[in-house]
């Protein structure tokens, strides 16, 4: 069983920076990759970012790209969702998730991952 807590989300203007965490229970953080989601109001959940088991390799949309970064610390068991230059079309509930066992590569596809987060709100204003 594991367990994904998210924090760090929050109230920005345009413009703005936000870091996201996700902190993760259990002792095999570092063999899965990990992934990033957002779901906005009235919208399906879609990817934002994945990262390797290893934080070797990431994986990351489009519509965020070069805005937003991905990182792991496996000595934390804990990932991370660095975002600048915020919009407000990034206005979402963001997600974390483990991708299922033996996957140590990112993927962008959502029934790749198996334990979610409970998400943590982030709104852009304008």
């Known amino acids: 069983q594991v367990q994904l807590v998210e924090s760090g989300g929050g109230l920005v203007q345009a413009g703005g920076s936000l870091r996201l965490s996700c902190a993760a229970s259990?002792?095999?953080?570092?063999?899965?990759?990990m992934g990033w989601f957002r779901q906005a109001p009235g919208k399906e959940r879609e990817f934002v970012a994945g990262i390797s088991a290893s934080g070797g390799n990431t994986l990351t949309a489009d519509s965020v790209k070069g805005r937003f970064s991905i990182s792991r610390d496996n000595a934390k068991n804990t990932v991370y969702l660095q975002m600048n230059s915020l919009k407000p079309e990034d206005t979402a509930v963001y997600y974390c998730a483990k991708r299922k066992d033996g996957n140590r590569w990112p993927s962008s596809r959502l029934y790749e991952y198996d334990y979610w987060g409970q998400g943590t709100q982030v709104t852009v204003s304008s």
């Open positions: 259990g002792r095999t953080f570092s063999s899965y990759a």
